[in-house]
Nanobody, 127 residues
């Protein structure tokens, strides 16, 4: 049974930092691209960051480039998202997800490319 569990969300002031974690089980996650998405109230879920199976390639949405950093610990089946220089517009529920296809070369940004999702963790940034 595949399971993804996010943690690390919370309330922070603008300019602050948070570190999100996603613990994965039930699949050989080292073989899969992993990604973080987010969904703000009244908006569709959007791609935030992705990391390939080896961890050597990453991709970021333009809105977070230079502020967020994705990393993974394949031995621990964990993916992290470091959020720095947070802005009120970063307020959202953050989800981690795993690509449908193992051994992928491209980090896909479409929501439909991912088949397993965590329950989400709330990030709230106050101004």
């Amino acid at each position: 049974q595949v399971q993804l569990v996010e943690s690390g969300g919370g309330l922070v002031q603008a300019g602050g930092s948070l570190r999100l974690s996603c613990a994965a089980s039930g699949r050989t996650f080292a073989d899969y691209t992993m990604a973080w998405f987010r969904q703000a109230p009244g908006k569709p879920r959007e791609f935030v960051a992705g990391i390939n199976r080896g961890g050597g390639r990453t991709s970021y949405a333009d809105s977070v480039k230079g502020r967020f950093t994705i990393s993974r610990d394949s031995a621990e089946n964990t993916v992290h998202l470091q959020l720095d220089s947070l802005k009120p517009e970063d307020t959202a529920i953050y989800y981690c997800a795993t690509d449908r296809v193992p051994w992928g070369v491209v980090i896909r940004t479409a929501e439909t490319a991912y088949d397993f999702w965590g329950q989400g963790t709330q990030v709230t940034v106050s101004s």
